[in-house]
């Protein structure tokens, strides 16, 4: 729904669906903006809107010769973007809206589209901008707002938390106040200028996390407002925040030739269109954001009947065989991982290695020296165990010694296949990478997966990815920032194909962990892995935060028991894998009768788990978990009942007090699910302050995963756990 007002000579625009409602306001002599978003409520509740002093243009765009003013490292203040004019509005549908604007003195023709789903308090957005002049964009933001000030006068009413990420340490949040991360205090009108400095946080090459998370939360201290948000590409990215003449501002952007050598020239009438990114909305705090960003990730998931199939996967690699795999070792490996209950078995790294591989990678072909009877003999015992067979695969590179790579094989891919900078083939890490808007790269890839399928039967692939690109390849006259854009796209039109080819297949996404997690990925595959640790009690805060990035449907959690390492430490590295889609692994089939029961327990689990993953909303009860936190904790929330992981680790008090706000008021009885007895722990609820008091008397490093079930009368008495 929809309503314009003019106010004077002031356009407003309201826009929203029954949870979020957006006001843009525009006016002859000033850009779109976006000046309002809050919650619906109605004519007596119409979102708050911004003063016309705050107010920051909806677009910032530059291209060569109409650069800033003021010029900074910052990306907005941008001349064209400035100049921008409302043209016209129009709903496509009743949950699409595009806004376009226009600037006179290029011709430009600059689209701002907003997608909303029904009931969700989140929008998807992105800008399409069409040449009128011939023009060489080096800039175009996919959102910009400033519109959060409605929840505060200054910036200081502001926190930022945000998740540095890195191989083995993923999802590193803090939270930190907008001073303290950047944003300098100055006296605006005694400097006639805005301030220069800003919050900047970006991530390059193909690793889309390879540095920063691209989800992060804008919180008001006040707890009453909360936007959070996640750019969806899997390639560069960026976020900005600063601070204008009067307001402040929230950007939000692809690649730019500032950070990542990106441009691209336009012709007249040609169109570029920005990588979009989803913004949520909450009147509250990270729970109740994350929860909408959560809704937001369903919503716009191109989900296939095979995701709900949710299958628990075991995989041979982590503190396993570690990409030794052979006929002698997978099989007894595959009855334990059978008898365990799981229903997916992945050979991992190494099936096709015929000594070191590392950089003669390409053809995908089993080795024969592993497989003495061939790899079907594994795969076809695989399936006689009820499992479904799964590979691993890194289909994006060519090892440099492959005999795809070398022209004296005589099968060599074309130059065209590969990524170049000035006519010279990029090499990483021992790999050529491959550039996919190639038809011949294309077929490559595509014949592998298909033939793995075809040959093999294989229903899941372990997609990693361990080489990055660098700024991208310049082949075909692009900057190389615009090369690796395009590359991105085609990656993502492979998989959109390959699955549409394949509909039961199931495809993993992994990027030496998790360097490539993102919802562009995301939206089209099954599982995420959420990291390489081998350590259990570091990976606690991994699993624990995992949500706040992923579906908890897609959360891949490794679970890798160690036989001989006692009770507590299987139970640790077990729940880290509960509230998640657990990622089995470990010698199964070499421990002892009670270690087995154990780990059969905690698949038992799993399964309980899963009858409502996808449904349930994830809490943080003691905040998004930080790195070195002693204390971690995790929830899932369905209709009727939480589950609740906690870890206590090496340093952690023996007594620790959980918030669970919205049980507050309600009697709830408290259970332990995994495992299934108390062992040292004990816990008290207390219906009044909605908070559950935990002590352990086990040494840490311990763990474990309750239920709390809110009873529906009305609270009188507490309840304690059993003896």
């Known amino acids: 729904m929809s309503e314009r007002h003019d106010a004077g000579e002031e356009h407003l625009l309201r826009w929203g669906n029954e949870a979020l409602e957006l006001a843009f306001a525009s006016g002859p002599d000033e850009p779109v903006a976006l000046v309002g978003i809050g919650s619906r409520g109605g004519v007596d509740r119409a979102v708050p809107i911004l003063g016309q002093a705050l107010r920051q243009p909806l677009v910032e765009v530059s291209a060569f010769g109409h650069g800033r003013f003021p010029g900074s490292f910052r990306h907005v203040d941008t001349v064209i973007g400035a100049r921008l004019r409302y043209r016209s509005h129009r709903l496509e549908d009743d949950h699409t809206l595009r806004i376009e604007q226009r600037d006179v003195d290029t011709g430009l023709s600059v689209t701002s589209v907003f997608e909303l789903r029904p009931e969700v308090s989140a929008f998807r957005t992105w800008t399409e901008v069409t040449a009128g002049d011939p023009v060489v964009l080096d800039f175009v933001s996919t959102f910009v707002t400033g519109a959060f000030l409605t929840a505060a006068p200054e910036v200081d009413g502001f926190v930022l938390a945000s998740a540095a990420n890195d191989w083995v340490a993923e999802s590193r949040w803090t939270t930190k106040p907008l001073r303290d991360i950047g944003l300098a205090r100055i006296d605006r009108d005694v400097q006639h200028q805005p301030p220069r400095s800003r919050i900047h946080v970006a991530n390059r090459g193909s690793w889309s996390s390879g540095e920063q998370a691209p989800t992060a939360v804008l919180l008001a201290t006040a707890g009453e407002y909360a936007l959070a948000w996640q750019v969806e590409h899997n390639g560069p990215w960026g976020y900005e925040l600063g601070e204008t003449r009067h307001g402040a501002y929230l950007l939000l952007t692809g690649p730019t030739d500032q950070d990542n050598q990106w441009s691209v020239r336009l012709a007249p009438g040609e169109q570029f269109t920005t990588v979009p990114a989803s913004v949520a909305f909450a009147d509250g705090g990270v729970d109740e954001v994350l929860g909408a960003l959560t809704e937001q990730r369903r919503a716009t998931r191109h989900l296939r009947q095979a995701d709900h199939t949710l299958p628990i996967v075991f995989n041979d690699y982590m503190n396993t065989l570690m990409g030794d795999p052979t006929t002698?070792?997978?099989?007894?490996?595959?009855?334990?991982?059978?008898?365990?209950?799981?229903?997916?078995?992945?050979?991992?790294?190494?099936?096709?290695?015929?000594?070191?591989?590392?950089?003669?990678?390409?053809?995908?072909?089993?080795?024969?020296?592993?497989?003495?009877?061939?790899?079907?003999?594994?795969?076809?015992?695989?399936?006689?165990?009820?499992?479904?067979?799964?590979?691993?695969?890194?289909?994006?590179?060519?090892?440099?010694?492959?005999p795809l790579a070398l022209a004296s094989s005589g099968r060599a891919l074309p130059e065209s296949a590969f990524f170049s900078r000035e006519g010279i083939r990029i090499a990483e890490h021992g790999r050529h990478?491959?550039?996919?808007?190639?038809?011949?790269?294309?077929?490559?890839?595509?014949?592998?997966?298909?033939?793995?399928?075809?040959?093999?039967?294989?229903?899941?692939?372990?997609?990693?990815?361990?080489?990055?690109?660098?700024?991208?390849?310049?082949?075909?006259?692009?900057?190389?920032?615009?090369?690796?854009?395009?590359?991105?796209?085609?990656?993502?039109?492979?998989?959109?194909?390959?699955?549409?080819?394949?509909?039961?297949?199931?495809?993993?996404?992994?990027?030496?962990?998790?360097?490539?997690?993102?919802?562009?990925?995301?939206?089209?595959?099954?599982?995420?892995?959420?990291?390489?640790?081998?350590?259990?009690?570091?990976?606690?805060?991994?699993?624990?935060?995992?949500?706040?990035?992923?579906?908890?449907?897609?959360?891949?959690?490794?679970?890798?028991?160690?036989?001989?390492?006692?009770?507590?430490?299987?139970?640790?590295?077990?729940?880290?894998?509960?509230?998640?889609?657990?990622?089995?692994?470990?010698?199964l089939n070499l421990m002892e009768p009670a270690e087995v029961a154990l780990v059969r327990e905690a698949v038992a689990a799993q399964q309980l788990v899963l009858t409502d993953i996808e449904q349930s909303l994830p809490f943080w009860p003691l905040g998004l978990p930080a790195w070195d936190d002693p204390w971690v904790a995790l929830g899932l929330r369905s209709a009727d009942r939480a589950r609740l992981s906690l870890w206590r680790r090496p340093g952690a008090s023996e007594t620790v007090v959980i918030p669970v706000p919205h049980y507050r008021g309600r009697e709830v009885v408290a259970a332990p699910f995994f495992p299934n007895e108390t062992d040292g722990w004990t816990w008290h609820w207390d219906a009044p302050s909605g908070e559950l008091t935990v002590s352990v008397s086990t040494s840490a490093p311990t763990a474990r995963v309750l239920t709390l079930t809110p009873e529906p009368e009305s609270p009188t008495t507490t309840k304690d756990s059993p003896a």
């Not at 790294?349 to 592993?370: C, F, I, K, M, Q």
Request: charged letters at 20%; a negative charge; glycine letters at 10%.
């Open 328 to 402: 002698e070792k997978l099989l007894p490996l595959i009855d334990a991982a059978a008898d365990a209950g799981a229903d997916l078995f992945c050979i991992d790294a190494g099936w096709y290695a015929e000594g070191h591989w590392w950089d003669t990678v390409g053809e995908w072909l089993p080795a024969a020296s592993r497989f003495p009877g061939g790899i079907d003999e594994v795969i076809d015992h695989i399936r006689s165990r009820g499992m479904i067979a799964g590979l691993w695969l890194e289909p994006e590179v060519i090892g440099v010694r492959s």
């Open 433 to 587: 990478l491959l550039d996919l808007r190639d038809p011949a790269a294309r077929a490559h890839v595509d014949g592998v997966i298909d033939r793995l399928v075809a040959d093999h039967g294989i229903g899941f692939i372990k997609m990693d990815s361990n080489t990055m690109t660098g700024p991208g390849t310049d082949a075909g006259g692009l900057a190389p920032g615009a090369g690796l854009l395009e590359h991105n796209r085609a990656l993502l039109d492979l998989l959109d194909d390959v699955q549409e080819r394949h509909p039961s297949l199931l495809i993993e996404s992994c990027a030496s962990g998790a360097m490539r997690m993102d919802s562009a990925m995301l939206s089209r595959l099954h599982l995420q892995s959420t990291s390489d640790q081998q350590d259990p009690v570091m990976y606690a805060t991994i699993a624990a935060a995992a949500p706040a990035s992923m579906l908890p449907e897609q959360a891949g959690n490794w679970a890798y028991p160690l036989t001989g390492s006692g009770r507590e430490a299987m139970v640790f590295a077990l729940v880290n894998g509960v509230l998640g889609r657990m990622y089995l692994s470990g010698y």
